[in-house]
């Protein structure tokens, strides 16, 4: 199993959200976070925003699915601009149901 850890921007996230349940994938964890990337933040006139606000989605998927996750948030969060967000892979090593304490075979 692959955790995926998606920055994106706020107004793409209805998108991405629907793209990914298009392709199947319906189990997710979503955080408003602030960050900033390369660009140090953005000015506007003399103000400098040196974080922006993003959305943070966590998802954890088969091997069999991560490609076909990738290219939904990708397609569905790509505005073409800087700050579009990044995606992180991780593997995961084991997963447990709170409520049984039942270990989820991965």
Do not use: C, W
């Amino acid at each position: 199993m692959r955790m995926i850890r998606a920055v994106i921007r706020p107004d793409r996230e209805e998108q991405v959200v629907n793209a990914l349940e298009s392709s199947g994938i319906v189990s997710l964890t979503k955080m408003d976070v602030f960050g900033r990337g390369q660009q140090k933040g953005v000015q506007v006139g003399n103000t400098i925003y040196s974080e922006l606000p993003k959305v943070m989605l966590t998802i954890v998927v088969d091997e069999s699915k991560l490609d076909g996750a990738i290219a939904a948030i990708q397609a569905a969060a790509k505005t073409g601009q800087h700050g579009d967000g990044k995606i992180f892979i991780s593997p995961v090593d084991a997963v447990y149901t709170v409520r049984t304490g039942e270990r989820v075979q991965n």
